[in-house]
């Protein structure tokens, strides 16, 4: 296992499509997370899962988003109806939750971009 | 919303010479965490600091944290031009640990060769 793997690295797609990533977690961990990352910005927090609940989701997931992890694994991120403002970088991340100070773990990201 | 700001937002330095970013953030933390992020990657761990901790060390990073002031620094020693990168700084706040990172807007490091 060498680390967060995302898919796909790239997307391109026309507004109003709808688009789906995976992210496969270290395996081991237990919490996922989704972040937006924009052109110079920082990263936003989206969602994060424990095992397959999602026990928190950001404002800025507006109901054309829709997270998923089925089995406590991999998980999707859905966008509907994609909208040019979707365009920036899909990361996730992972982490072991047993104590309190564990590193979060990233993958490379899916960049996005509608047209 | 960004939790707070790195300065300064760009530094170029010559290779060698030490490079010092800052922190600052608003809330109560359990932990501060800095990451390295190349030009369109992912971001890479390079450090976490406890919130009862004051200064912590690994091969040429110095990180201070100083929760009355809510700030903390990264020093990287005896630059080398793949330090070349975005650093960014993310607290966790949460109540229990680990829920939720959230991050700085980055300082754009240069090293020039």
């Known amino acids: 296992d060498t680390g967060v793997s995302q898919d796909p690295r790239h997307k391109i797609t026309k507004r109003g499509q709808n688009v789906t990533f995976r992210c496969d977690p270290i395996?081991?961990?237990?919490?996922l997370y989704w972040y937006r990352q924009t052109l110079g910005q920082g990263p936003e927090f989206l969602t994060y899962?424990?095992?397959?609940?999602?026990?928190?989701k950001s404002r800025l997931l507006s109901d054309r988003f829709s997270a998923e992890r089925p089995k406590g694994s991999f998980s999707t991120l859905e966008i509907q109806r994609t909208e040019q403002g979707d365009s920036a970088m899909y990361l996730c991340?992972?982490?072991?939750?047993?104590?309190?100070?564990?590193?979060?773990?990233f993958g490379q990201g899916t960049r996005l971009t509608v047209v | 919303s960004q939790q707070g700001e790195e300065d300064p937002q760009a530094l170029s330095i010559q290779e060698g010479e030490n490079a010092t970013m800052n922190c600052s953030y608003k809330?109560?933390?359990?932990?501060l965490q800095w990451y390295r992020q190349n030009s369109g990657r992912g971001l890479v761990h390079l450090i976490l600091?406890?919130?009862?901790?004051r200064e912590k060390h690994s091969g040429r990073l110095r990180v201070t944290l100083d929760t009355s002031k809510k700030s903390s620094s990264l020093l990287i020693t005896a630059s080398r031009a793949a330090d070349t990168a975005s650093y960014f700084c993310a607290t966790d706040g949460s109540n229990f640990g680990n829920e939720k990172l959230t991050f700085g807007t980055g300082t754009r490091l240069t090293i020039i060769p």
């Open positions: 899962f424990q095992n397959e609940a999602q026990l928190e």
């Open positions: 991340a992972s982490s072991f939750s047993g104590t309190a100070n564990t590193e979060a773990f």
């Open positions: 809330t109560s933390i359990n932990n």
């Open positions: 395996s081991e961990h237990n919490r």
């Open positions: 600091i406890r919130s009862n901790e």
